[in-house]
């Protein structure tokens, strides 16, 4: 059973930084993606960041672009998130996902990941 823990969360002020981290474990860590994806209240869940397990491809939404960074450890079990420049639309929970199935490029969307971890709230204040 695949498990996500997401952390690193918190409340910061316009213009600062948060590392998210997700650790992943009960899976085999060979081919598979993970994503981070956040939800604002009364909005869809939207995909913000996303890696395969070779790191050879990323994903990043259009609005988080040159200010967020994902990235993995060395044994691939966590996944990091590192968001600068923070605004208070990247405001939301933010989590982390996984599929294990690979190939027809890197999934993006909500709908394509089968693992979800709990949460963590990030709140940026104006």
């Known amino acids: 059973e695949v498990q996500l823990v997401e952390s690193g969360g918190g409340l910061v002020q316009t213009g600062g930084s948060l590392t998210l981290s997700c650790a992943a474990s009960?899976?085999?860590?060979?081919?598979?993606?993970i994503g981070w994806f956040r939800q604002a209240p009364g909005k869809e869940r939207e995909g913000v960041s996303c890696i395969t397990s070779n790191d050879d491809e990323t994903y990043y939404l259009d609005s988080v672009k040159g200010r967020f960074t994902i990235s993995s450890d060395n044994a691939k079990t966590t996944v990091y998130l590192h968001m600068n420049n923070l605004k208070p639309e990247d405001t939301g929970v933010y989590y982390c996902?996984?599929?294990?199935?690979?190939?027809?490029?890197?999934?993006?969307?909500?709908?394509?990941?089968?693992?979800w971890g709990q949460g963590t709230q990030v709140t940026v204040s104006s």
């Open positions: 996902a996984f599929t294990g199935v690979v190939g027809g490029g890197l999934p993006t969307h909500r709908s394509q990941y089968s693992d």
């Open positions: 009960g899976f085999t860590p060979n081919n598979y993606n």
